[in-house]
């Protein structure tokens, strides 16, 4: 209540409001100004489309999922309800002007070699950096659609970490929709420092496997 009350008084007129991770009835309508729009198909990530986020916080919650950890590791803050200095809620606005500095100069890849496998495929990155996401091409002839994948990072390729979400199913940016879908599939990070990239895939003939081409983007 505190955080929609912020928002009746702060935002613009006709902002998109989304919740990071909670659902609709989290918020009653009926305590929104009526200009503000809550729908969470508004989440849109690194494209910076301008929309207020709210959450609850509590430990773990800045893991949970790529949107989560997209807010607070990319992106400052306009309010905060704090008890004893620990957050308890946050809003963001996801535009250029709240992203941190640090966040700001991308540099890109357009030849990102990979190598398939009975499970998937794997990148090598060459060296350890703060990747940004993976933009991937593929072709959907005589193949069959995604039904499982998730995707792990690692520095040493001996020690990885699997990232939040179980594909196609969790949505990595929802304003863009399911993914992958014609022939394109972009997966977002938040700026890891790693060198490799796993994608554990099912089934084994998935069209995400055929792919033509794969550009991926650095944090500089």
């Known amino acids: 209540r505190q955080g929609v009350e912020w928002l009746n008084k702060n935002a613009e007129k006709n902002s998109k409001v989304v ?127 995604l039904k499982v994948g998730y995707v792990e990072i690692s520095k040493d390729n001996i020690k990885w970490e699997a990232l939040p979400g179980i594909l196609p199913k969790a949505w990595r940016v929802s304003f863009m929709g399911e993914q992958p879908s014609n022939g394109k599939f972009i997966e977002p990070f938040v700026g890891q420092k790693i060198r490799f990239v796993r994608f554990v895939l099912s089934p084994a003939n998935t069209c995400l496997k055929n792919i033509k081409h794969i550009k991926a983007f650095y944090f500089i």
């Open 19 to 145: 919740l990071v991770f909670e659902h609709h009835p989290n918020i009653p309508l009926i305590f929104l100004r009526t200009d503000l729009e809550l729908q969470n198909k508004n989440r849109s990530g690194y494209l910076r489309l301008g929309e207020y986020a709210m959450t609850l916080t509590y430990q773990g919650s800045e893991n949970r999922s790529y949107f989560d950890m997209y807010l607070n590791r990319l992106v400052n803050p306009v309010y905060e309800v704090n008890v004893d200095g620990v957050p308890i809620l946050k809003i963001w606005k996801n535009d250029e002007a709240h992203l941190k500095n640090e966040f700001k100069a991308e540099e890109e890849d357009n030849d990102l070699k990979f190598n398939l496998s009975e499970s998937g495929f794997n990148m090598d990155l060459g060296e350890i950096r703060r990747i940004s996401r993976l933009e991937i091409e593929y072709d959907e002839k005589n193949c069959e659609s």
